[in-house]
């Protein structure tokens, strides 16, 4: 499964972004997919994750009330929807899927990644 990562941009401070992630393939045997960010100089840490047998969403503490998490069965897309962006939401920012149900934030429970969308908040 190969992961299409797209919508990355430069925002001003409170400004929106919509970031797309299309699987190459059906999702249908992807438990998750969700999105990870890395900043400059700093690690990879999850943002949020959909389980695609139930669209439950799962946020890092902060994404919680500005980011949301989609999914488009129809469009085989996995969205995620960023407002009142930061200037420390600056990172590149990579999709992720699991192919197992026992997943969550850890960069290691996840099979397959896509290539970083770069998203900068700059005035």
């Known amino acids: 499964v190969q992961l299409q990562a797209s919508g990355g941009g430069l925002v001003q401070p409170g400004g929106s972004l919509r970031l797309s992630c299309t699987p190459s393939?059906?999702?249908?045997?992807?438990?998750?997919i969700g999105w990870f960010r890395q900043a400059p100089g700093k690690g990879r840490e999850w943002v949020s994750v959909?389980?695609?047998?139930?669209?439950?969403?799962y946020y890092e503490d902060f994404a919680k009330g500005r980011f949301t998490i989609s999914r488009d069965t129809a469009e085989n897309t996995v969205y995620l929807q960023m407002n009142s962006l930061k200037p420390e939401d600056t990172a590149l920012y990579y999709c992720?899927?699991?192919?197992?149900?026992?997943?969550?934030?850890?960069?290691?429970?996840?099979?397959?990644w896509g290539q970083g969308t770069l998203v900068t908040v700059s005035s």
């Open positions: 393939s059906d999702s249908l045997h992807l438990y998750g």
């Open positions: 992720a899927a699991a192919s197992h149900p026992n997943y969550m934030s850890l960069a290691e429970e996840y099979d397959y």
């Open positions: 959909i389980d695609t047998t139930d669209d439950s969403t």
